[in-house]
């Protein structure tokens, strides 16, 4: 049997911690099937905080009701088709992992969580 010097183990560690960090940084954590629930929403909000979006919900045909007041909406939403050099997406608002229904052609996406791509 094998005796890991102190330098292995630290390195063999630091791999695993790289290998965890770029995980998280490319949204394979955060979103379960990847690129594709990847949303750039101009909001992130619930019923709850933003009364309108029931109106806007009401206006695209969609029964408010069926939405939960704590349930996250991205509202005006586009998908992101590619993340680049150093987690780039092209993204200038609220990057979300969207996995609920598309409302009006992603005028409003239900269930979104925002992400963080470090």
Do not use: H, W
């Not at 102190?6 to 979103?31: D, E, H, M, P």
């Not at 101009?42 to 309108?52: D, E, F, G, H, K």
């Amino acid at each position: 049997m094998a005796i890991l010097s102190s330098t292995k183990i630290l390195s063999l560690l630091g791999s695993v911690l790289f290998v965890l960090v770029f995980s998280a940084a490319n949204g394979a954590a955060q979103c379960p099937t990847g690129i594709e629930q990847l949303q750039c929403c101009r909001q992130t909000t619930t019923r709850s905080a933003n009364p309108s979006l029931d109106a806007l919900l009401k206006l695209l045909g969609y029964p408010e009701s069926s939405v939960g007041s704590d349930v996250n909406c991205g509202v005006t939403c586009s998908p992101v088709t590619e993340i680049g050099a150093g987690g780039d997406t092209g993204c200038d608002a609220d990057l979300d992992c969207c996995d609920g229904p598309n409302v009006g052609d992603g005028i409003v996406i239900i269930g979104c969580t925002p992400v963080t791509i470090l």
